[in-house]
């Protein structure tokens, strides 16, 4: 199957800080993947569409400035935690579709802020 | 915007029974509906999709009918084994590249030997 990797895996970091998180179709295109937001023995929530060389669409109540998202490429979508506060401590796993509408996962990040 | 409910939220099961969750959604406009199964601290895994036009699916132990009238979608788990213990998601889209996944709140199965 179609392969989407997300870096870092773990991250640990102070409030107050950035933390950047990479996504990316290995052996596809991707013009559109999505970011998932994810809580201990919860379900993934949509948080945003990342469009390449557009603005990304955000889901309700999601902070546009505080979720920064750059699709800058068709393989590379990047989710930016700006001003990090340990509310935001969560497993963030990004997705892209191939052939229509299968979406396949990253192996997710798992973000934890002091 | 699209809503899908999933039920149980835990099952439990003996090894060899079969194991059935339950998912509602409430936009007609979803024709796509994809079951994921989820360990733990792993990513989810496609195991099974329909699409509105077929009701019934099978691949193997597992199959997935839908009701698109009743607006109702299932997953069955036959001959259930330890290794299927797991998250499962089911999720409603509307089926074009590029349109988001509206998930389920996730039905965690446990499969006892």
């Known amino acids: 199957g179609a392969v989407v990797s997300q870096h870092p895996s773990w991250v640990i970091c102070k409030s107050g800080t950035s933390v950047k998180i990479e996504c990316r179709s290995l052996d596809f295109q991707a013009t559109t993947m999505f970011w998932y937001r994810q809580f201990p023995k919860q379900s993934l929530m949509l948080m945003a569409t990342s469009n390449e060389g557009s603005k990304a669409t955000y889901e309700q109540g999601v902070e546009k400035d505080k979720f920064l998202i750059n699709h800058a490429s068709l393989t590379l979508s990047t989710l930016t935690v700006t001003s990090a506060h340990p509310e935001d401590s969560s497993f963030y796993i990004c997705s892209a579709p191939m052939y229509q509408e299968t979406q396949y996962f990253g192996p997710g990040t798992r973000l934890l802020v002091l | 915007g699209e809503n899908v409910e999933q039920h149980p939220s835990t099952l439990s099961v003996q090894e060899g029974d079969s194991a059935v969750i339950k998912c509602t959604y409430s936009?007609?406009?979803?024709?796509?509906f994809p079951w994921y199964k989820q360990e733990l601290g792993k990513r989810p895994q496609l195991i099974i999709d329909?699409?509105?036009?077929?009701g019934e699916k099978k691949d193997q132990r597992i199959a997935v009918t839908l009701n698109k009238t009743a607006k109702h979608f299932s997953l069955h788990i036959t001959e259930t084994q330890p290794e299927d213990s797991a998250v499962y998601f089911c999720a409603a889209s509307s089926g074009n590249t590029g349109n988001q996944f509206y998930f389920g709140t996730g039905t965690s199965l446990t499969v006892i030997p």
């Open positions: 329909i699409r509105s036009n077929v």
């Open positions: 936009d007609s406009a979803s024709n796509y």
